[in-house]
């Protein structure tokens, strides 16, 4: 359960009433609980108001919150619960949370934050910021089998680091060509050693989840758990042929596998392979002049001929089999892999276009992530770049401007008297920099210097002016010097 409050006791929050209209429970941001038998309502409820436990979305490791406004202090919780006892005693017991406990003084000074929870600014990186990135392409297995990708996510800039290489490696069970990917772990080496980080199962597979963190980031693997045809990479590579030729997996039972491969079928003018299969009338050996690359396993295929027309060689309606074998190359071991029709062309008017020498035909299959398939790609950590920084500088400013009196993200006045917290923002600034605040008749009235990292392009000003006294309602200019960057001049003003 993920809650987000502007308050650390929550209360904003706390909107979930029963019948009587007493608020009983806080509203999450996001839920994430086990895939089990449990899931909905709880049936024991307070008044009327029942705790949710969930839809059965299964754990997470990582959220993303999008929806929040830079300069706001949020307060977050992320706590486990129970599914509650509702057999217990009379009554039973309801489902129960973790504890989400964060304190502040007076002043509203943090005074306690507990391990479910975190307080959070959110500010927009120093101008010129670049942010962490892959160096090596995850979109494409570095070396095996899977057709699948990975997808990974930053979820800490800052403890990204350079020069750290990592290698995913999957593991499959059962035996090839009947498979599925069961698991994969990451293997990292940095500054010269190497160590096995996790290994992570498939319920952590797809877009939606992730692996569990580490060094600042997140894995998602998107496997191709079905071995089917990829239309959009199956077709004629050369040559002028319009025979139209479908590919299917075999319906056969037993002998008939998707068999997970790529296939280059080469034509030529004279014979290139016999059929395998001899089993007359349908099947009989005769010379073709074609033959059939298995791209994946590096080796040629057997073929068989579906002599449908019964002519004794191929021909328009007749069907190709690609033939693969569980084990030694013998009759009682072939598997029927793929099927293509053998069709003419779409228009009944044309001339059929049959397949010559130099002509080839692709076959494209998804396959799932195979045991020793991997992937190899090393991190690139943040930085700043100073000639981006330059371009950048016209988007500094201030907000808010005007500020009318206050602004949405002050912390809360306890106090029974006093004007409480008043701050502005300069934002989309260089990390390093000088501001120097003028009134409009050039008198200076505030210097503020910034030294941060480069994930922060912000500076609050309380608005106390050096000599200790609060500045005035009016318009002010501001002048923004950055050491190698450039300098940046604006204004703001202050509304009573």
Known sequence: MIYRSTEPEFNDIKIITDSKGSAKYWKPIAQFDLKDSIKGPDPIGINGAHFWRGDNSGLRYSYIDTDVNNGQTYYYACVSYDMGDPNFGTAGLQPSECTKIITEDFAGNLQFVDINCAVVTPNAPAAGYIPPNVEGDINKATSGVGTGKLALTVLNPAVVASGVSYEVVFNSNTAYPRYSTDSYKIIRTRNGATDTLMTVDTAYFGAERTSPPFDGI??????????????????????????????????????????????????????LDTCYIQSPPLYTRFPV????????????????????????????????????????????????????????????????????????????????????????????????????????????DVVPNPYLGAATWEKRNLNSTGRGERKIDFVNLPSECTIRIYTVTGQLIKTLYKNSTYLDGSLSWDLITDDGMDAAYGVYIYHVDAPNVGEHIGKFALIK
């Not at 042929?241 to 003018?269: C, H, K, Q």
């Not at 191929?314 to 293509?340: C, H, K, T, Y």
């Open 289 to 396: 002049n074609f033959k059939v690359w298995n791209k994946t396993e590096q080796k040629y295929s057997k073929v068989a001929v579906k002599d449908n027309d019964g002519s004794g060689n191929l021909s328009i309606g007749d069907q190709i089999q690609v033939l693969e074998f569980m084990g030694a190359i013998a009759p009682a071991n072939v598997r029927f892999a793929w099927n293509l029709s053998y069709d003419a062309p779409f228009d009944p008017n044309a001339t059929p276009q049959y397949p010559a020498a130099g002509d080839k035909y692709q076959i494209s299959t998804s396959k799932p992530f195979k045991k020793g398939d991997r992937f190899l790609f090393s991190t690139k950590g943040p930085s700043v770049n100073a000639s981006l920084a330059k371009d950048k500088l016209g988007k500094v």
């Open 218 to 271: 997140a894995i998602s693997v998107l496997n191709d758990t079905g071995v089917v045809i990829t239309d959009s990479l199956t077709g004629w590579v050369t040559g002028r042929s319009n025979l139209i030729m479908y590919v299917t997996p075999d319906p056969t039972p037993v002998r008939g596998i998707a068999w997970p491969a790529d296939y280059e079928i080469s034509f030529s003018d004279s014979p």
